[in-house]
């Protein structure tokens, strides 16, 4: 009977060990594991340059506000319809863009935008409407003309406020043709923002041949979003109040002031 109970005493020892160790050890090597971001490569948001170093000022703000929280991140760009899929499917953790109906159905986010983009008109410089595209002021005024919008695939903004209106867009799969569509007349209009516009007009060479107008439309509210079945989801109340604190202490805006003006 003393053999029995020692043997059966050792065991539950071991198991007793064993159950603490790993009780121990679980919040540490959830700790360690990082938020994985899927981003598209696109200036001045979020790019890696040549040496292999994160930059762009949604990187810099989002991994400067994750890191408050003690979250580490890591990011992997894809095309953009790519990154969707993947935080849809699990395979990603995360992603930053506007919150939509359809991509609110996967992925949770937090209440306040920590960016919103200004959208302007752009236009060719011999469009035969010019005149009347310089003078609109709403989206009904785009359905109005009858204007056809060129996008990139993936762009939910335009989803919600452009097509669904009932007005006609043509789509490309990379941002970058977007502007080499407008400028052949592929389209009348196309409504991005500035600041990340003319680096790719001008690389794509058409910079001569596109107007952008004083148009400006609805801003576009930026966020992170991150899978619902992402233990991190949890913790998106906890990153806004941390956007609230940047905000507070101007560090949004001194990272901000280091890419604007680089055109």
């Known amino acids: 009977m003393r053999i029995i109970f020692g043997r059966a005493g050792r065991r539950l020892a071991v198991w007793c060990l064993a159950a603490a160790l790993l009780a121990g050890l679980a919040p540490a090597s959830f700790a360690a594991e990082p938020l994985r971001v899927a981003y598209p490569d696109y200036w001045p948001f979020f790019t890696r340059t040549e040496e292999g170093y994160m930059t762009g000022f949604f990187y810099e703000i989002v991994s400067e506000a994750l890191g408050s929280l003690g979250i580490r991140s890591t990011w992997r760009a894809y095309p953009w319809s790519r990154c969707q899929a993947l935080v849809r499917s699990g395979e990603a953790d995360a992603m930053i863009t506007v919150p939509t109906a359809e991509r609110l159905v996967y992925a949770a986010t937090h209440k306040d935008p920590f960016y919103l983009k200004r959208l302007k008109v752009f236009t060719t410089v011999e469009n035969p409407k010019l005149a009347e595209i310089r003078d609109i002021r709403s989206i009904d005024d785009i359905f109005r003309l009858g204007l056809v919008v ?3 695939h993936g762009n939910g903004w335009n989803g919600k406020y452009i097509r669904s209106r009932g007005i006609k867009t043509y789509e490309s799969p990379l941002l970058k043709n977007v502007w080499l569509m407008l400028a052949n007349h592929r389209g009348d209009i196309v409504i991005e923002w500035p600041m990340a516009a003319w680096p790719l007009i001008e690389e794509g060479g058409v910079a001569n041949r596109i107007v952008e107008t004083d148009v400006s439309l609805e801003a576009m509210p930026f966020h992170l979003l991150i899978n619902r079945d ?25 990272i901000l002031s280091k890419y604007e003006g680089k055109q």
């Open 150 to 152: 060129v996008t990139y």
């Open 230 to 254: 992402c233990p991190y989801a949890a913790r998106l109340p906890e990153f806004d109040e941390a956007i609230k604190e940047m905000k507070a202490e101007g560090r949004i805006e001194a």
